[in-house]
């Protein structure tokens, strides 16, 4: 099923215009039509143009009338900006029928969309990193992506440790799913742009962030009071960080069998999303369905469970 | 005048003995009676001690009857004991004379207790890095000790860049000052623990964060009105972080000069403190003068001026 796809960079500037050609040339095989933003190999210092050409290209992706709108890369540069996007027209433009789809960074976008809108953005693949890989893009990824776009994906499922078997069934029923990257959405706290969410569905991951620091975001989030909020808290990867020796065995796990003792509702790790290769696509701001029997979780959306 | 102070780990362990024992014996060998705590080698993974440990070893400060009450280093673990600390117990220590001073993790503490109670602590050395160093301690830096240490001292000085010179004179009277490490600081934004500080002057450091954290963590603070309120904004030091060759141009002075660009109030730069040998101790809580004279900065806190 052919789908208008657009394509624009909110966030780092692309330096590597050979991994977005690539991840252009991988859409359209797959029978896409791929609209590149006029914008997207901007580059203003770091970022993907100034403030206001990155703010533009979003407004452009949002007027863009394609069934998806995608980043070609996340970086750092949307906290700075979140003051002057346009969020109605967002709206506007995702009840029109764009599906708005990234990650890390763009965290930043998709929950203060959620905050000032309630519309639904999907946590998922960026063009550069995702299809734009040397070799065959990941499967999974690739089969997540196709549901969004057909919009007929009804869930997505993952196997947990063994030491987080359920039995019996554990279910959250109606939940807003929400978060993204972890740092970003600690930037967050305390602003007009981070969503309030009640009894939601948080899944976080990271990069490049050492344990102790990601404790001390986790710990801001519990202090704020975002964490108690949840019904249950969804971790994906935590990934390229350097240990120290200093650590004398604090690490990831310690963080996170910490959190569930501050924590009444689940924390389950496993979520097949971050900066890997096989991640999912998400909807953000969604009312999902969490369901874990035995070793197998599901977050679903779709109408028929 | 011989005082009492007394050396506590509320953060991460130490692993280098030598520096605080070298500490101690500068501290004593300028005629001082040094106390240490029981727990401060104690070490448990990163840790000064598990969290009771640390909390314990802060009520034992408090409780020590001492004049000062200095940490042995920063690190991480304060953040995740804030809610344990009996803040009305530190408060009436300080009351009865005893001073706490510390830096980098210690924002944590300090601000809290800013937060708590209003009462005054001492963001200035730390045993190990600035006591411990082989050669000679820094000379503001112990000057600057030796005042907190009489309570003579009556603010400090600083000369501005030449771009920073004011004149006519600008003055602020009778401002709360406050803040920090800013990675620390970010850290408490939307929790109980960040003051609620208005019409304050807030000092800033960081060291290990790249320009765009500090942006990041700067556009927090903005974000969630913490920046608009205050009347002045001081930058000390920022330090040891790695530029990226993705950066082209986008640097600390960019950050400043877009921070500058964002706020009515002045921000001034080069104020002695962070991460480095020469650093000045400013009283957390305090209300204090801001002048400055061409290109002539000072902080004062005492009575006379």
Redesign the interface.
């Known amino acids: 099923m052919k789908k208008h796809i657009y394509i624009f960079s909110p966030s780092?500037?692309v330096?590597d215009k050979a991994v977005i050609r690539r991840g252009v040339k991988r859409l359209k095989a797959l029978g896409h039509e791929v609209e590149l933003d006029e914008a997207v190999f901007a580059?203003h210092?770091?970022?993907a143009g100034d403030d206001e050409t990155r703010l533009a290209a979003i407004h452009r992706a949002a007027a863009s009338g394609a069934d998806v709108a995608m980043i070609t890369r996340g970086g750092?540069g949307l906290?700075?900006i979140?003051?002057g996007i346009r969020y109605p027209a967002v709206a506007k433009a995702i009840e029109r029928g764009t599906r708005f789809v990234g990650l890390s960074d763009f965290t930043a976008f998709q929950n203060a969309v959620l905050a000032k809108t309630d519309a639904v953005t999907w946590s998922g693949p960026a063009l550069g990193e995702d299809f734009g890989v040397e070799g065959e893009p990941d499967e999974i990824m690739q089969a997540c992506f196709e549901d969004l776009l057909s919009g007929q994906g009804e869930g997505t499922g993952w196997q947990l440790p063994a030491s987080e078997r359920r039995d019996p069934l554990l279910q959250v029923k109606q939940a807003t799913l929400w978060g993204g990257n972890l740092s970003v959405l600690?930037?967050?706290?305390?602003?007009?742009?981070?969503p309030q969410v009640t009894g939601g569905i948080l899944f976080l991951e990271d990069v490049h962030e050492h344990p102790?620091r990601i404790?001390?975001?986790l710990?801001?989030l519990l202090?704020?009071g975002?964490l108690g909020r949840q019904k249950a808290v969804l971790l994906g990867h935590f990934t390229n960080y350097k240990p120290?020796a200093?650590?004398?065995?604090?690490k990831l796990k310690?963080v996170v069998d910490r959190l569930r003792s501050q924590l009444k509702c689940p924390v389950l790790t496993g979520l097949p999303f971050g900066h890997v290769g096989t991640k999912v696509a998400l909807p953000v701001g969604a009312k999902v369905h969490l369901a874990v029997e035995g070793r197998d979780a599901f977050v679903l959306w779709g109408h028929r469970h």
């Open positions: 780092s500037a330096r580059s210092m770091r970022f750092y906290t700075r979140l003051p600690a930037s967050m706290v305390g602003t007009p742009w981070l102790y404790e001390r975001m710990t801001q202090n704020a975002v120290y200093h650590d004398k065995g604090f310690t």
